[in-house]
């Protein structure tokens, strides 16, 4: 006989063959372990089986009843529309299934199913009919309470219910812990509604806990192991570096730089994420990170995502230390010359693109880098940078307002400070949603505006990437504009496909304020500062993330003038709609944020691509968010009180999230 073990291939359960091992593969599921913790998607109450005479419109049923007859429909635009009469003793019902046209074969007069769905009135016929959300074939199974998993073709509930069970028989019993195991079974087998959400909780925070357990070890470890510079700062260098500037740091400004001053004299390289909404003042606070690295005699590098940027960044830094005696280079593609590379040699704060990051790039010695909206960096350009630098200080500033939750988890051995008021005088940027019908009103306010001395932004938006199309709409966007609107104004356009100083010339000819409206694809969604430019235009706003719109909208508002967003468009799906409401609704770029992960969830948010999400079994990390908070909690101070018995779970127990926590390793820049 051979022994089961939790790790055991599904294989050895009676019932699964080869077919169905490889169809579990496909959701993710190998072991019987897996099986244990495949949790249900929803439940099925079975227990009030409504009479089908009691069914009314407009609600949510389920239903019992014998197939009388099945009529499948094609439509022109070929949809598919499958119609099921469905009989109780007490009457019939049709149920209806869209664009499943093979379950007819599944559908024979006489068999019995159980399906549930919403109750609504036929647009054809007006009789009531039940859009069916899920259905299956009765076999007689008396479950209260029925599990719905997440089914992939080839899964039948009926099959998968079975072999969870005899996953539970043979698994349960391996699990050492029993609220463990009482949780997995309530969750598979509830007696009661009730102890669903309570089970769930449960495994989803031994779970959050698990993973915190492994973000803090690791980063404990890196604390350990890297011998970071120990910077010496001198109260007088502060106080110089901020006399030079024409303001005052705001109170959130100051403490996170009582933060970043702590790391740099810890003797620990600093890991930090800078969170700030746009124009909220985080390149300050990287000018003044960077001259205190050079009063030690160190280098500091400046990351841009762009050309543009990087060409911005170096104005600002050449603004803000130049006075102070630093010597500030640049180095992007376009400039990157033998000749350059040695000034880059010499300088003190060094600002680029990624191209800073080639292997022919010499520096002296690196102290800082700080990196402006990280999410554009891939793993292997953080890499190179580590390369180059032992264990430099690194500060990532990003305007992306992470929320809370999706940081922990993403960023969780990052430290983070965040930026949480805006400098004294600035406005809420007023916003409002524009239809095509109220179109030449707004067009009125901007010439309006315009003749006031102010300027515009008109963003359109790329279909594809860098396609022709995208090209196109902006191109004739512009046409229209200068020719038909305003032609009394000069129109300008920018766009990606423009060489590096072409767009230059054209930003430039903005800020002096030549052009009065720009026209742009989203080149300018981060970073570009033009204080009198007041009033943003978003054509298809409905074609933009929720994130995007708002970064968009920062452009704006950047002077002391009052400033106007107009999202123009006709936003059709629910979730475009509720991206347009939250922009009327808030300008606060962290409550956006929020509302963009409810709607888009955290893969889709962040580029799946390499969001180095990890693939959490039960815990959601929206729907979970102050467990998070407990379950990090609760780490740390096993970490502290009990260092032996929180590496030992981690190394027993973490086997299963150490994938993700290497993908996390690379994002979170270890
Ligand atoms: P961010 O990089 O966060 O978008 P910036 O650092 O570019 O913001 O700051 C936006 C503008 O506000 C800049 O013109 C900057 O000089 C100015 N600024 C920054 N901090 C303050 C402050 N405390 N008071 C007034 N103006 C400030
Ligand atoms: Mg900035």
Redesign the pocket.
């Known amino acids: 006989m051979s022994i089961i073990k939790l790790e055991t291939p599904l294989q050895y359960l009676k019932g699964v063959g080869p077919r169905l091992a490889a169809i579990f593969a496909k959701v993710g599921v190998r072991t019987i372990e897996d099986l244990l913790y495949f949790v249900p998607r929803a439940y099925e109450d079975r227990r009030n089986l409504l009479p089908i005479v009691k069914v009314r419109p407009n609600e949510l049923v389920v239903v019992k009843g014998d197939i009388l007859r099945v009529e499948s429909q094609r439509t022109r635009s070929r949809f598919s529309v499958l119609k099921v009469y469905l009989s109780d003793k007490t009457a019939t019902i049709q149920a209806v299934w869209f664009n499943q046209p093979y379950l007819t074969k599944l559908f024979r007069r006489g068999v019995r199913l159980i399906v549930s769905g919403k109750v609504e009135y036929s647009q054809y016929d007006g009789l009531l009919q039940l859009q069916v959300r899920d259905f299956e074939i009765d076999t007689g199974e008396t479950l209260p309470i029925v599990p719905k998993y997440h089914l992939t073709e080839g899964l039948y509930p009926k099959k998968l219910r079975a072999v969870i069970a005899s996953a539970l028989a043979l698994g349960l019993p391996l699990l050492t812990d029993e609220k463990i195991r009482a949780a997995l079974l309530a969750l598979h087998q509830p007696k009661e509604l009730t102890v669903i959400e309570p089970a769930r909780q449960y495994l989803a925070y031994e779970e959050l806990f698990l993973f915190q357990l492994g973000i803090l070890l690791n980063r404990q470890r890196y604390h350990e192991e890297l011998q970071g510079k120990v910077l010496a700062i001198a109260e007088s260098d502060r106080a110089e570096f901020q006399a030079s500037l024409s ?4 109170a959130a ?1 100051q403490r996170v730089l009582e933060e970043i001053v702590v790391d740099l004299r810890s003797g620990r390289p600093m890991n930090r994420l800078l969170q ?10 990287a000018a003044e990170a960077a001259y205190l690295t050079v009063r030690n005699g160190l280098q500091a590098i400046v990351l841009a995502p762009t050309e543009i940027l990087a060409n911005q960044h170096y104005k ?1 830094m050449t603004e803000l230390l130049k006075p102070l005696k630093c010597r500030v280079a640049l180095l992007t593609a376009a400039t990157s010359s033998e000749e350059q590379r040695a000034k880059v040699f010499k300088a003190d704060v060094i600002v680029g693109t990624h191209a800073l990051l080639e292997e022919n790039v010499r520096l002296r010695e690196l102290g800082l880098v700080v990196i402006d909206e990280q999410h554009r960096f891939g793993v292997h350009q953080r890499a190179a940078l580590i390369k180059k630098g032992s264990a430099p200080h690194t500060l990532v ?1 990003t ?1 992306t307002p992470i929320p809370r939750s999706l940081a922990l988890t993403l960023y969780g051995d990052l430290d983070r400070s965040v ?1 949480d008021e805006l ?2 005088g600035r406005t809420a940027i007023k916003t409002y949603y524009v239809p095509e019908s109220k179109r030449s009103g707004a067009n009125d306010f901007i010439r309006h505006k315009i003749s006031e001395g102010r300027q515009v932004f008109v963003v359109c938006p790329l279909v594809e990437e860098s396609s022709e199309l995208d090209l196109k709409a902006a191109e004739g966007e512009a046409e229209r504009l200068q020719k038909q609107v305003f032609p009394e104004f000069q129109v300008g356009l920018i766009h990606g496909r423009l060489k590096s100083d072409e767009k230059e010339a054209i930003m430039k000819a903005f800020l002096k304020n030549k052009l009065q409206l720009l026209v742009s694809t989203t080149v300018i969604e981060v ?1 570009i ?1 033009v ?1 009198n430019a007041t009033v943003m235009v978003i054509e298809h706003a409905e074609r933009f993330g929720l994130a995007q719109l708002h970064q968009l909208r920062g452009r704006v508002g ?1 002077g002391g003038h009052e400033s106007y967003c107009f999202l123009i468009g006709n936003p059709k799906t629910e979730i475009a709609k509720a991206r347009i409401k939250a922009m009327l609704e808030s300008t606060d770029g962290f409550k956006i944020a929020e509302e963009d992960l409810r709607l888009r969830g955290p893969g889709e948010m962040l580029g799946s691509r390499q969001s180095g999400l990890p693939d959490f079994r039960v815990a959601d990390i929206i729907r979970d968010e102050k467990l998070l908070q407990t379950a990090r909690a609760a780490a740390r101070e096993l970490i502290e009180k009990e260092p032996e018995i929180a590496r030992h779970r981690w190394e027993s127990q973490g086997e299963r999230l150490k994938n993700s926590q290497e993908k996390l390793e690379h994002t979170a820049f270890n």
């Open positions: 303001f005052k740091y705001t400004q700030g909404d746009v124009g909220s003042g985080k390149t300050v606070i600002k500033m305007a930026i400098p004294p970073g500062d204080p950047r």
